[in-house]
């Protein structure tokens, strides 16, 4: 184990010029790993560059950094496209260089350009206070970040920043402690702003000169014991959701700091936080990037991650992990802890323990998480609804057992076929989630209505409820995960699974080892590994395996 400072010192910045450079010198036609940088079409790219070209400059001040800054803000001001978070990434860097009192670099014409560039009526309607286009609940945050920064650099004399906050305190709050964010109901998403919006929503109480409520400051307390209890030695983060991969590591290193720098997290658990951070730091570096092409690579060599965060923002996902190693340095300089070494490791857990997160309840619904640790393994178990594989009820740990993302079928679920033809699984609509601990026991019983399937190999779409009642029962105990679907009469049925290193027994015959395919013992991943699908008929009403880790 290194310490933060030996670990960031020498990579992060010199990582970040070779991608300005690159940029610079090749244009539009600049490459990662085979992959175009500029492929960009929401302007995210050009306004990330533009803020690791200000940091640059206000890092080593000079007149190449200036030209390549200016560069960079006159082509934003005159032919690249501009929407959300690119417009976020310009005013936070504009907010930055006039923190530093370097304004002038700017021209008046070009901040006159960048006053209309960046405005956020195009997404947001300031008179009702709603989203336009579709766009899921997680913009009010990017709408009400845009209205404070440009109030604050003068851009906008009407104060809108106010209204939309409470608009924003109106969608948060009505969830439980944890967090959630049910961006289109009644499917819902989880993902770094289901527990990362707490932390959001204190930023935005602090940029409008506000006192953070003590209910907030519980909330985030609740979201960064999420991350901590799911600490462990790999540096995995969140495992399910679109915060897989890459972002779920950052997430968790993110959310961790935030508790440390607000004094959030108890004294006691201050050592292991430490050696956490590191550990996800080693991983960022040792593991995600690949030194032979200079680039994070979260695509190729077992590495995938969803489509959403396809190769066309290779430069996007580059800038923002190497923003957040420098500032995971900047925050171990600033709590004294960039020199440390933990005496000791996370330590391993005797029996298993289980942290148990509601995120909502409304009447015949509940959505819930449970992070649950036994030795050295970390499982996160979802119950918050189904928009594709990461979200399934299944108990996932990265490196164990794990659904390859983007795989259109059931993983470790039965499917079940009714005499009328339809097929539904119980991976939704969830009424009753209960958790009981006995000793080193843990027990977790699901109970509710099963889904109907538009088709078993694909989940895009959900038929909706239907009238089929199921209860599972998931039982962990020594070194096993057991697991029993339980349904009202027999039917005909499948259990289709993929990806799992270890054995998994279903009910007398049992699948060798999928192997890993990584290039890195330490740090593998799962999810381009050889697919097994079994299908097996005939159980009855009663369905089950054994994973044995």
Avoid at 66 to 90: M, N, Y
Avoid at 260 to 286: F, Q, S
Avoid at 468 to 476: A, D, G, L, P
Avoid at 512 to 530: K, L, N, R
Wanted: a negative charge; one cysteine or more.
């Amino acid at each position: 184990m290194q310490s933060i400072r030996t670990l960031i010192t020498e990579f992060a910045y010199p990582h970040l010029d070779y991608l300005l450079s690159l940029v610079d010198r090749d244009g539009d036609a600049a490459a990662l790993g085979g992959f175009p940088c500029m492929a960009d079409n929401g302007g995210t790219v050009i306004g990330m560059l533009i803020r690791a070209a200000a940091d640059a400059y206000l890092r080593a001040p000079g007149e190449e950094t200036r030209a390549r800054l200016c560069r960079f803000f006159s082509r934003i001001t005159e032919d690249s496209p501009l929407h959300t978070w690119g417009k976020l990434s310009v005013l936070t860097t504009l907010r930055m260089l006039q923190n530093a009192g370097e304004s002038d670099i700017l021209s008046p014409k070009t901040m006159e350009l960048l006053c209309r560039r960046t405005d956020y009526d195009d997404f947001f309607d300031r008179e009702t206070l709603s989203l336009k286009n579709g766009l899921p609940t997680n913009y009010y945050h990017v709408a009400h970040s845009c209205a404070c920064l440009r109030e604050e650099l003068g851009f906008d004399t009407a104060l809108y920043s106010g209204k939309i906050a409470e608009k924003l305190l109106e969608v948060i709050c009505g969830t439980d402690s944890g967090g959630w964010m049910d961006e289109r109901p009644p499917r819902g998403r989880f993902d770094s702003y289901s527990i990362g919006m707490n932390r959001s929503m204190v930023g935005m109480y602090r940029s409008l000169g506000m006192e953070v409520p003590p209910e907030l400051w519980a909330r985030c307390r609740e979201s960064a014991y999420i991350h901590f209890a799911n600490r462990n030695r790999c540096g995995t983060g969140i495992s399910y959701g679109r915060s897989l991969s890459v972002y779920g590591d950052t997430e968790s290193m993110t959310e961790i700091l935030f508790a440390m720098r607000n004094g959030l997290l108890d004294k006691a658990d201050i050592p292991e936080a430490v050696a956490y951070l590191i550990h996800i730091a080693e991983k960022l570096i040792r593991f995600w990037y690949r030194p032979d092409g200079k680039w994070f690579d979260i695509w190729t060599g077992g590495r995938a991650t969803e489509s959403y965060r396809g190769p066309h923002r290779v430069l996007e996902v580059n800038l923002e992990i190497t923003t957040r190693l420098v500032s995971l340095l900047h925050d171990a300089v600033a709590l004294g802890f960039a020199d440390t070494i933990p005496e000791n490791d996370i330590a391993p857990v005797a029996g298993w323990e289980c942290r148990e997160t509601v995120f909502q309840k409304e009447p015949g619904k509940m959505r819930a998480l449970y992070v649950l640790r036994h030795g050295e393994h970390s499982f996160m178990f979802p119950f918050v609804g189904a928009a594709g594989t990461s979200y399934f009820p299944f108990p996932s740990e990265a490196y164990t057992a794990e659904a390859p993302v983007e795989q259109y079928h059931p993983f470790l679920v039965p499917v079940l076929t009714t005499e009328d033809g339809r097929e539904v699984m119980p991976i939704w609509y969830f009424d009753d989630v209960k958790m009981e601990q006995t000793g080193d026991t843990v027990s977790i019983t699901a109970t509710g209505n099963c889904c109907e399937t538009d088709r078993v190999y694909n989940l895009e779409k959900m038929r909706g409820e239907t009238d089929i009642r199921f209860v599972t029962r998931y039982v962990f105990r020594d070194n096993t995960v057991n697991v029993c679907f339980t349904f009202e009469k027999e039917y005909d049925a499948e259990i289709l699974y993929a990806g799992i290193r270890d054995c998994v027994t279903f009910y007398g015959f049992s699948e060798e080892t999928v192997s890993d395919i990584s290039d890195d013992e330490t740090f593998h991943t799962p999810h381009g590994a050889e697919t097994f699908c079994k299908t097996a008929h005939g159980f009855g009403r009663k369905f089950g395996y054994t994973l044995t880790l």
